[in-house]
């Protein structure tokens, strides 16, 4: 990347930074991703336990997360944009932190957040092992006749 690229990135980095989200989203709304993301949970979901402690074991599990996801990531933008800054993004990421809010940036979150992503493999879990009822079992309806 040339000075005058990387002062134009600069200047207009609320731009960047929108337009880099958009390509994230168009990512991880793929089935490529989903079915990626899934494999390693299923791969991994039953060494976690909720509580306080944390094995060693999740740390290595969450370095493998990391680098699996911002791989598939970093890679797509680089096709997708010509001139990608991951380090750009993250320092607006980090300046917006207080600002986002949506499914994407939790996602985000995970791949810096070692609790939103324990948080998010312990969900995982409680879905797999039945956990969450299917909200229609509490449900009943009742007529208004007498």
Do not use: W
């Amino acid at each position: 990347m040339d000075f005058e690229e990387n002062i134009i990135k600069r200047q207009n980095s609320s731009e960047y930074f929108d337009t880099v989200i958009g390509h994230i989203e168009d990512i991880v709304i793929g089935e490529e991703f989903q079915h990626m993301v899934n494999q390693f949970m299923e791969c991994y979901y039953y060494e976690f336990e909720p509580g306080e402690e944390n094995k060693i074991v999740y740390t290595e599990i969450y370095q493998k997360y990391t680098n699996m996801i911002e791989a598939h990531i970093v890679e797509h933008l680089n096709r997708k944009m010509a001139c990608f800054d991951m380090d750009l993004f993250a320092m607006e990421l980090e300046n917006k932190k207080t600002q986002l809010d949506g499914e994407i940036f939790e996602l985000l979150y995970t791949l810096t957040d070692f609790l939103a992503f324990k948080d998010m493999v312990l969900d995982y879990k409680a879905f797999k092992e039945g956990a969450y009822d299917d909200l229609n079992k509490g449900i009943s309806v009742t007529g208004l006749q007498k």
